[in-house]
T-cell receptor, first 115, second 113 residues
């Protein structure tokens, strides 16, 4: 299917475990983003990537690791999950335009619960 | 203080009403202003996009930006039950070529038939 997909859609894990959330886009967009959405905070940027092998921190990067070996994939890893990382995680992608920015397209989200 | 403030609601109005959603912000560097719509258990989708100050109309939706007051609005005319969703304002400025969005908390809107 064309577009941006995330897997798994739902995940329950325990404190201290490593968890990887997957994101895949078929548009060959240069930019990819990871956000978390929590009540009272809206969407907050965790990490973003401008191209393969180029990543940078967002607003709330602590406890997360990202990689981007291929343009189409941008996995997010929680190295040692904590209860405060219980959230809904959204991946997004966008392309560079003449004006220097462009629409971000969001995936369907992964609902993560850390017990 | 958050960079972008948005009343989380919830807001409930009858079908056909005019809806006004608002956000304020503190960072004068923001140049791009957006409204995203998010249905329950779905990802946000771009609804309206405005650069700098002014109005933009798209069907029943009108986006307004007042940079002097650091205030943006989204108006929905002739509201429909299908407009029931969470509406998020978002703003950005380019940093090293990336469009880094800052979102408001989102306003949950319900249109009652």
């Amino acid at each position: 299917d064309a577009g941006i997909t995330q897997s798994p859609r739902y995940k329950i894990t325990e404190t201290g475990r490593q968890v990887t959330l997957m994101c895949h886009q078929t548009w060959s967009h240069s930019y990819m983003f990871w956000y978390r959405q929590d009540l009272g905070h809206g969407l907050r940027l965790i990490y973003y990537s401008a191209a393969a092998d180029i990543t940078d921190k967002g607003e709330v990067p602590d406890g997360y690791v990202v990689s981007r070996s291929k343009t189409e994939n941008f996995p997010l890893t929680l190295e040692s999950a904590t209860r405060s990382q219980t959230s809904v995680y959204f991946c997004a992608s966008s392309e560079i335009s003449i004006r220097g920015t462009d629409t971000q397209y969001f995936g369907p989200g992964t609902r993560l619960t850390v017990l | 203080q958050k960079e972008v403030e948005q009343d989380p609601g919830p807001l409930s109005v009858p079908e056909g009403a005019i809806v006004s959603l608002n956000c304020t912000y503190s960072n004068s560097a923001f140049q791009y202003f957006m409204w995203y719509r998010q249905y329950s258990r779905k990802g946000p989708e771009l609804l309206m996009y405005t650069y700098s100050s002014g109005n933009k109309e798209d069907g029943r939706f009108t986006a307004q930006v007042d940079k002097s007051s650091k205030y943006i609005s989204l108006f929905i005319r002739d509201s429909q039950p299908s407009d029931s969703a969470t509406y998020l304002c978002a703003m950005s400025h380019s940093i090293q070529g990336a469009q880094k969005l800052v979102f408001g908390q989102g306003t949950r809107l319900t249109i009652n038939p």
